[in-house]
């Protein structure tokens, strides 16, 4: 369905599709298997300037919006979720700085980051704190000049690989939601290192890792925003990378959509191909069809989000968890159309499958997504009395 | 230092049939792309300009559309691009093609010259080595790895049957390279925005200043009489035994069929 981008917008889907199937599709059956982590992907996007693509001109980057990012990520989810993940956590970790960043930190650190020469995270979970961010129990205490934080952060995507790190942590503890802060951590801090890399079902080319702070020291300025804004700044930067979430439902689907085509058309069975068969496409016609919508929301609040709106909350995990159940459906269909094959790693599907899960667990899980509409809706109602 | 990259747009040869009656190209509707083996040539020019400093400039000879292999050239990095077309150089052999590009070259000036090792359509790969005898530098053909250059010297490894050889050569120089030497890198989105608003210098035979007697068909000192599909041979011969035995046999029919 034509969409009427621009044709800026319809030359960073090319670039991201020339290099999603010349530099991620050959390598993404390996990614998998070994947990690599994708680096010479990296430099490939860096060279290519993606990780700028939302990075205002003055720091570098190319000054687009989360559309251009949606179409980016949407392009590389359909050759690998794993190097998708990876990118899409860079973004989800500069959020912070880009919308809360004083113009030193934003000087500092978004250069780099537009050119891909540093990654960056964003840690948020820990043991305690999943679904519940108020359950974080890493603080930071100011002591002269410095933070000096204490905790450990776990499932941090990007963890160990990255430079840069945007973290939360208790500042103070008395004031409940409103105690949290967001702090800017760089690798090598003393008093900041890794733990345990996670063995996971699927995106295994993304680095899934502990962040352990322990009396690890940084200047005041690494504060983000104001003291006690660390959940305000955590729900912003997730309302804004939850539509990348929802491009990377729509880029899954479409990868495992495209497959099974594919292979219905040649498959041959009682004499004719298995997609002449009625029940084969109504099955297919379904996920044609949901990732056609999926794709008409997550563009459409992009392009929300992208106007300058104030609240996006609803729209956004509207997006989000609309974008990624399509996705889980669709990749299960795929291996169901693709029958034996589809199981099997000669064929992409499934882990394509396997990949498409975590789209509905992390950057809030789709029950969280729900009630966050609810929510939404409550309020709504409420005004409109 | 100044770096010229001569690169070849031609048909897309995965897609391209041959008219059974005429023996030529059917090249209605095959898309254009750039040379491979050129592609590689614009790697090591941008590669230079990062170990050296200075500018890559691309230059092509062709039909104005011939703009679009150009285009993609700068949206790879390359500063500066030339297109040479005119009517005049229509129907050009390979010593036609590098006299004009050797013209071209001589009036932009560079330190070193950069081609493909072949065209994957004309195949002759005589294009490289005509410009450097037009310009009379010394070339090397087939490298495989540059290995320093200075501003006044190249050393690079040459790709031979069983091995390399290490060759050094004074500039200016003219290079003509094969896979081997590197990985093309993709566009950026940066330089595929340059791309779109960049100009192309357009030189014509007169800006060129030259006879048209040098050019085109005129200029080609080889001429196309008929293309034909050599006709498949059936009635081979292997020989066995030993050598001296094959040699002998070899001799005793060659003798029969009168060709000894
Ligand atoms: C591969 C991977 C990468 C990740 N990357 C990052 C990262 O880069 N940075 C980061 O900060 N975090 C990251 N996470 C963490 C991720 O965001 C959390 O896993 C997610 O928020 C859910 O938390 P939890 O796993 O603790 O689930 P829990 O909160 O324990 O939830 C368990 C179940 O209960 C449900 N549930 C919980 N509360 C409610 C409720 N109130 N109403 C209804 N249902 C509820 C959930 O939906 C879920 O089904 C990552 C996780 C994974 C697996
Ligand atoms: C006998 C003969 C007759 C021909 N007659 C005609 C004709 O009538 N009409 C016609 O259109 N063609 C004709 N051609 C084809 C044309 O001459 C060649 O394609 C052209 O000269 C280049 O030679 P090549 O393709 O073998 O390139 P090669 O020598 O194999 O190419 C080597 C390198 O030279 C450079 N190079 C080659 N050509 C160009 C170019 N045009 N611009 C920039 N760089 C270049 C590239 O770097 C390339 O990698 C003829 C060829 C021959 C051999």
Known sequence: ?385 | MKIVVCVKQVPDTAEVRINPETNTLMRDGVPSIINPYDLHAVEAGLQLREMAGGEVTTVTMGPPQAELALRETISLGVDKAVLLTDRLFAGSDTWATAYALYKAIAHIGADIIICGKQAIDGDTAQVGPEIAEFLDIPHIAYIRKIVEVTADRIVVQRLMDDGYDIVESTLPVLLTVVRELNVPRLPSLKGKMAAKKADILKLTAADLKVEEQDLGLKGSPTQVRNIFAPEAKTNRTMLHGTPEEMVNKLVADLQESKCL
């Open chain 1, 1 to 385: 369905m034509d969409y009427f981008l621009t044709e800026e917008q319809v030359m960073i889907r090319d670039l991201a599709r020339q290099i999603a199937e010349e530099k991620i599709v050959p390598v993404r059956a390996e990614l998998d298997e070994t947990g690599e982590f994708p680096w010479d992907i990296m430099k490939t996007l860096a060279q290519s300037d993606l990780f700028g693509l939302f990075i205002p001109e003055e720091y570098g980057g190319l000054g687009k919006g989360s559309l251009e990012l949606a179409i980016a990520v949407e392009e590389l989810s359909r050759a690998c979720l794993g190097v998708s993940t990876t990118f899409a956590a860079n973004a989800l970790g500069t959020y912070p700085l880009l919308l809360f960043g004083t113009d030193a930190q934003k000087k500092k650190f978004l250069p780099d980051i537009a050119a891909g020469k540093r990654l960056v995270a964003f840690g948020l979970t820990e043991a305690n704190a999943g679904s519940d961010a108020g359950g974080t129990q890493t603080t930071a205490k100011l002591e002269g000049n410095e933070y000096v934080i204490n905790g450990t952060k776990q499932w941090i995507t990007n963890g160990g690989e990255a430079e840069i790190y945007t973290i939360i942590a208790i500042t103070d503890r008395s004031k409940g939601p409103r105690g949290a802060s967001a702090f800017v951590v760089e690798k090598g801090t003393p008093g900041f290192t890794f733990g345990k890399k996670e063995n996971k079902m699927g995106i295994r080319a993304s680095a899934t890792t502990e962040l352990i702070f322990d009396n690890c020291r940084v200047p005041k300025e690494n504060l983000i925003g104001k003291e006690g804004t660390g959940f305000l700044v955590a729900m912003k930067t997730l309302d804004h990378s939850r539509t990348g979430v929802g491009s990377q439902g729509v880029g899954v689907a479409q990868g495992a959509f495209d497959e099974a085509v594919k292979f219905a058309r040649q498959r041959v069975q009682f004499g004719h191909p298995v997609i002449t068969f009625q029940a084969v496409q109504h099955m297919l016609a379904d996920m044609a069809t949901s990732i056609e919508a999926a794709r008409a929301l997550v563009y459409a609040v992009s392009r929300l989000v992208d106007s300058g709106a104030k609240d996006v909350s609803k729209e956004s995990a509207m997006a989000k968890v609309f974008a990624t159940d399509v996705a889980m459906k669709v990749t299960v269909d795929a291996v169901q159309v693709m029958g034996g094959s589809g199981y099997m790693k000669e064929y992409p599907v499934e882990k394509m499958m396997r990949d498409a899960k975590i789209l509905q667990i992390y950057e809030g899980t789709n029950q969280i997504q729900r009630n966050v509409i609810g929510q939404a809706l409550i309020k709504e109602a409420a005004r409109n009395k």
